[in-house]
């Protein structure tokens, strides 16, 4: 495949940034999107221009360091990470637009890299269970019932990539927030902190500047664990119970 | 039930291996290693004992003490909330752009423990028997039983934390079993039970960034160690974001900072895992043990070209259910597999190992693949000469099962699989082919987790200790979380116990030196201005490790790839391509400074590989085999631990033995027949 590529530079956190187009040929169907950019990126190092940085570490679709906006779509059109996005999803001759996430609490640190540390913040106003080690009760003293078990699994498999926040018009992290809100207050040891953790981390997250949930809904398409939208509405329904219980 | 064999049964008419001395000339023989500190008396009471032992430090004093630990996986991350959570000052780096990124986050299987929840003769002993066997007798046995005795309280801590496990309908654990045994003691969390216990020891510890006790440095890379008057007292770290350098001091460091697994290029491991943190310790004195003991994983996808970048491998626990098989005859392997019927199909391992069958250990099923390639009787694309791969059939699970309970069991590995390949492994059956996975070498340490330099711990998948010559399924996890919650923490705070240390600033001559380390090599990649890019000797690195340090490995084919890496070594640092600068984010500069590691680290690999002339876990010496090809090992000779010492210039490394002693289990011919 031949293949025209338009992808963000920006020099660092400062600089304007712009578009620049690349060809490149000779890209096979097999490799993933990512194997395509190391393809330019070894074209570029040869020619004496500076290969492009972007995220990416376990290229397995697991670790949620990956973050490219193709085409206008967090990690493209399938519903996947962009490590696991292959070229069999492009046509010979296409030309790709090839963006950082877009969001303004995700600053560009150079090209394709975007800070997440937001996401850190968030989970740090209250994403856990305050368990100390060594003192863990005997597993199996506390039965959870498998499909409060399913439930919190399901949604305790959100990456943190950040996709949704870039998907969302408004740049809110809502479906990262309630995926949290939702695994942690599904399970009986989550329980004692629930509702102070709600409001902290809806305080944090709006602290970091993500925007408000509108209910799009580009979030929950967008995500490539296919959390649900409707962890927005647990999100809402236990800020609700917390503030009228004066949390 | 078949059982291993005493090593004196064993019938082979080969000369006694003590005559040869394959890696003469590559290496010094140093002194032995004695003490491990481990406690004498039962196996049972060791850890018990060392905790008791172990001295204490009062609450008000651990805040005047301080920790760095590097890396965020399982081992450093639980090490990191633990130690923080006690109260010490603790600074914790990662690589990543978050500590919740870590390669841990990437196992499928699942995670052991001897909780016996099924009552099928599970046991803190045979878990420890199982690992001891499973890692063909070359870990050592008092560190092994320890991770199985604490391997229970792992799962009570993760539940503790939220942690959303397998559950059966009456809201109790569940539990499957893995490669290599013969009881059901893995707990897991779907396919991604890493993600899953790396989420809660990265919130366990995010709890403790918000009270203050830990504070983090992401995209942070640990480029040299500071060993000032004897001690391990600090770092050098490049803030991979502006450039800068910058020094850490502490009263301790601990490096939690992974596998090595990517000198071969193309391994399981992520992009970014990297030996520079191990290595650079090495350099400045800590021995590096075992390095040639690399796990080749049997189930991973297949390589699809040139271009591969990494490999994705599918769990383990596929073996459960997915039958392997490959066609009886040569010219069916181009065939469509639904069309060989069943008495043209070899399932191989079923055929020579029945009684484990598809689950025998790994690198057993991984050498039999192998062998049914070489064979010529590999199924999928060719690649070089080879079509490399083999079939993992489902197709009687979901005869057996319905195709609802396969995919409730799998999904995810499945849509992977199917991602990654294009074909759909509910009709199709799965193509996989065995890939570098783990690595059970690492920095010798002793039984408190600390290496040859005072201060200096190591955990996890970092250091040599616990697996052996082969690593059984979902025992790395294991082996990861118990030494960051339940073994790091105890030892440590009796090195602690002398501390805090006599203070010493950036004008320190040891801090010194580090430093212009770090700022002379870096200018140096950037000032050789050849034509080669990182990746390229990356690649080619790679190609020799796994020709001539992979699966099997021969004497003369060990002395040609150290041959050809010296030369590699001297093109890379004359011919090297590095664009851009230091001060900024620069990813070539970050990988050339792992690549330049990699390459010294693959030499010392073929060397001790070339010196240990005996098959034994994940790795096949091909003098060294059984009238019917299986491994052979030679107690007599090589039961014990290579811990290699870093010399100057171009003086050979020196091997430090450490006899492996078993006092708790038989040292056993392993047989999975």
């Not at chain 2, 391997?151 to 496990?165: E, L, M, R, T, Y």
Request: with cysteine.
């Amino acid at each position: 495949m031949n293949l025209t590529l338009r992808i963000w530079r920006q020099a660092d956190a400062a600089d304007r940034g712009s578009l620049h187009t690349y060809e490149v040929s000779g890209i096979s169907q097999d490799m993933s999107f990512l194997e395509m950019l190391d393809v330019l990126n070894e074209q570029l190092n040869a020619n004496g221009e500076e290969p492009i940085a972007f995220d990416s570490d376990c290229r397995e679709g697991i670790c949620g360091t990956c973050s490219l906006m193709i085409n206008g779509e967090p990690h493209g059109p399938e519903v996947t990470t962009t490590c696991q996005l292959h070229m069999r999803s492009f046509k010979d001759g296409e030309t790709i637009t090839i963006e950082p996430w877009r969001a303004s609490a995700f600053p560009v640190i150079k090209d394709l890299v975007v800070d997440r540390g937001a996401f850190d913040r968030i989970i740090q106003s209250g994403g856990f269970i305050s368990a100390n080690t060594g003192s863990a009760p005997e597993a199996n003293s506390v039965p959870v019932p498998r499909d409060k078990a399913m439930r919190a699994f399901n949604v305790a498999t959100c990456i943190g990539c950040g996709a949704c926040v870039a998907a969302c018009p408004n740049g809110s992290a809502s479906l990262f927030l309630g995926a949290k809100i939702t695994h942690l207050g599904e399970l009986p040891q989550g329980q004692p902190e629930r509702w102070d953790r709600v409001v902290d981390m809806v305080g944090q997250h709006d602290y970091e500047g993500f925007g408000g949930c509108t209910n799009i809904g580009e979030c929950a398409a967008a995500c490539p664990k296919e959390i649900p939208l409707d962890v927005i509405s647990q999100l809402n329904k236990d800020l609700r119970t917390a503030m009228k219980h004066g949390h | 039930m078949p059982d291993t064999t005493l090593t004196s049964d064993r019938s082979h008419d080969e000369p006694s291996p003590g005559q040869y001395d394959d890696a003469a000339g590559y290496y010094t023989l140093g002194d032995p290693i004695v003490d491990t500190k481990a406690p004498q008396g039962p196996i049972a009471d060791r850890w018990q004992t060392r905790k008791f032992e172990a001295r204490l430090v009062n609450p008000a004093n651990r805040r005047k003490l301080s920790i760095i630990i590097v890396g965020t996986g399982l081992a450093g991350g639980a090490a990191a909330a633990t130690l923080g959570e006690a109260g010490y000052n603790v600074k914790s780096f990662c690589y990543q752009d978050s500590a919740r990124r870590a390669h841990s986050i990437a196992a499928q299987g699942g995670i052991n423990a001897a909780k016996n929840y099924k009552e099928d003769g599970d046991s803190v002993h045979r878990l420890f028997y199982d690992t001891v066997k499973g890692g063909d007798y070359r870990s050592r046995e008092s560190n092994v039983y320890r991770l199985a005795e604490v391997s229970v309280n792992i799962i009570d801590q993760c539940v503790a934390q939220g942690v959303p496990f397998a559950r059966e309908y009456g809201g109790l654990l569940d539990n499957r079993s893995f490669g290599g045994v013969q009881v059901s003691r893995t707990f897991y969390a779907r396919g991604q039970t890493g993600q899953q216990l790396l989420i809660g020891a990265y919130q366990a510890m995010q709890r403790q960034v918000a009270a203050g006790t830990v504070e983090e440095f992401t995209r942070h890379e640990m480029l040299e160690v500071i060993v000032a008057d004897g001690r391990a007292r600090g770092i050098i770290a490049r803030n991979m974001v502006t450039g800068e350098i910058e020094t850490h001091l502490a009263d301790v460091v601990v490096l939690a900072s992974g596998g090595y697994g990517n000198v071969f290029f193309l391994s399981t491991n992520a992009m970014g895992s990297n030996v520079t943190a191990a290595w650079r310790a090495h350099r400045k004195g800590a021995y590096m043990a075992n390095p040639c003991y690399t796990q080749i994983h049997p189930t991973c996808i297949p390589v699809s070209g040139d271009h591969q970048s990494k490999l994705t491998l599918m769990s383990e626990s596929l073996r459960n259910d997915g039958r392997i098989w490959v066609p009886k005859k040569k010219e069916d392997c181009t065939k469509d597999p639904r069309d060989i019927p069943e008495e043209d199909r070899d399932y191989y391992l079923e055929r020579i190992y029945p009684s484990f069958g598809n689950l025998v250990p790994r690198d057993i099923a991984s050498r039999q693949a192998k062998n049914m390639c070489d064979e010529g009787r590999g199924v999928g694309p060719m690649v070089g000469d080879f079509r490399r791969g083999v079939y993992l059939d489902f197709k009687d699970a979901i005869e057996r099962l319905g195709e609802d309970a396969v995919r409730e069991k799998y999904d995810n590995l499945f849509d992977m699989y199917e991602r990654i390949t294009g074909e759909n492994p509910y009709e199709v059956p799965m193509r996989i082919y065995p890939a570098v996975h783990y690595v059970m070498g690492g920095l010798w340490v002793d039984y408190d987790l600390q290496s040859t330099i005072p201060g200096l711990f190591v955990t996890g998948e970092a250091n040599f200790s616990d697996h052996g010559a082969n690593r059984l399924g979902a025992s790395a996890l294991m082996q990861g979380l118990a030494d960051g919650y339940f073994v790091l923490p105890h030892t440590i705070r009796d090195y602690l116990a002398d501390g805090p240390f006599d203070k010493i600033d950036e004008s320190h001559e040891a801090v010194v030196e580090a430093r212009k380390s770090v700022e002379d090599r870096i200018q140096k990649f950037l000032s050789i201005n050849g034509t080669r890019s990182v990746d390229s000797y990356h690649k080619e690195l790679g190609h020799i490790m796994w020709e001539y340090c992979g699966m099997e490995r021969t004497a003369e084919g060990l002395r040609k790839a150290i041959d050809m890496i010296r030369e590699l070594k001297a093109d890379f640092w004359s011919n090297l391509k590095v664009l851009g600068s230091a001060d900024t984010l620069n990813q070539s500069l970050e990988k050339a400074g792992r690549v330049a590691d990699f390459i010294e680290l693959g030499e010392l690999m073929c060397i001790d590989a070339l010196n240990r002339r005996e098959s034994c876990g994940g790795h096949f010496r091909a003098e060294s085999q059984t009238e019917d090809g299986e491994a052979l090992r030679h107690d007599d000779e090589f039961a014990y631990v290579a811990a290699w010492e870093f010399t100057e210039g171009d003086e050979p490394p020196i091997l430090h033995k450490e006899d492996l002693v078993y006092t708790a289990i038989e040292m056993k011919q392993r047989s999975y027949k």
